[in-house]
């Protein structure tokens, strides 16, 4: 015989949810903290810093090229909003397991964010930014789209010409030619930014690209096969490559802050002494959900029963697993980017042969910003 559960009473939710509100507070400030994504960056609120570069990349630093100096980066950039979901498991994808950045390009640009990690994808016609764990979202398991990739540009291009001292560079991935063939979405990125604003590279090497002559700039880097678009770069990310420009970085795939730390360190000392010319060195500073945090972080928090008791239950199971959304897992590890820098510099990890030029972060904002300002004036970005 199936026997029915008597009802849950009034009192018994009630003292539900606060013992599930105390455990909160003792046990998962990361959780609760992970329902407040769109709040100002980890090193507080943001500053203008819309005209860094023009303000220590004077005239005496005009020759300088893109080899010799370190810009903040933006991963996942236009992932700030979780406009709609995608993939064969869209419910669920939410924005502790999508969200990257707390600020909109737009923003991210006045804070001094140089470099822009963007993917591309349609959504009912229209071209927005997405994240994906696959290049098409058809094939996905799940992933999401944020920004409209139109928008997107014209702040961009609005941004160039109030700051003319300033450069971007847009490096565009995770094509999916069967929504868009990628030569069209390349026309149409140029035709938005206007070809006044776009870098022509011709047949310059990545060592001839001078600052001076990337300011009121985009430089346009796609991850893809060659074709006929002189306002586009073709990058690689591999470890050697014929390719102009040739991402070098190391991608942990963890959510661990020490195998992270171990990881990069074991990268720049490989760099010690297998720089190229073509190589632009990125800094990935990124901890990665495990599958189990992305399937369960900010998940059924409300049932469709609507039983608090399950609800706090699978809470609960969040924060005795300790489970963190993805800016969370980013603030932690923003934490100690400064000082972890600092110490391989001391300790020669870090050295002018391979040096970074790019720190390519979640939760991006003035606050990395600022580190590159400082990294900048620092004698090892001074010594050429």
Known sequence: ????????????????????????????????????????????????????????????????????????????????????????????????????????????????????????????????????????????????YGEELEPALLASKKFLEKNRSEFLIFTFSHFCPKEIAIPKLAEKIVNIIGKDHVYIAGNKKLGDIKIADLKGKILLAFETAKFDNPGIVFNSMIGASDEMLNFRREYAATNNLKKLILAESVFFNTLKTQVAANDLIRLDWQLTQSAKEAAMVCNAFESDQNSPVFDGAVFLANVLSRHKSIITHA???????????????????ITHQNKPNILYVDDAGSWITQYCIELNQSALYNSK
Not at 331 to 348: E, F, G, P, S, Y
């Open 1 to 144: 015989m199936i026997q029915i559960a008597e009802p849950v009473s009034s009192s018994k939710i009630f003292k539900s949810v606060i013992c599930f509100s105390i455990l909160t507070l003792f046990f998962c400030p990361d959780l609760l903290q992970a329902q407040t994504v769109k709040k100002n960056t980890l090193m507080g609120s943001n500053i203008d810093l819309s005209h860094w570069m023009g303000d220590i990349f004077d005239s005496s630093k005009g020759h300088y090229t893109l080899k010799d100096i370190v810009i903040p980066g933006s991963h996942d950039a236009g992932m700030s909003v979780l406009t709609a979901t995608g993939g064969s498991q869209k419910g669920t994808i939410n924005e502790c397991n999508t969200l990257t950045q707390s600020l909109n390009i737009e923003k991210q640009m006045i804070s001094g964010i140089r470099m822009f990690d963007l993917r591309a994808g349609i959504l009912k016609d229209t071209l927005y930014l997405k994240h994906s764990s696959s290049d098409c979202m058809d094939d996905a398991i799940g992933g999401g």
């Open 331 to 349: 603030r932690n590890a923003n934490k100690v980017l400064k000082t972890q820098i600092n110490k391989w510099i001391d300790d020669q990890t």
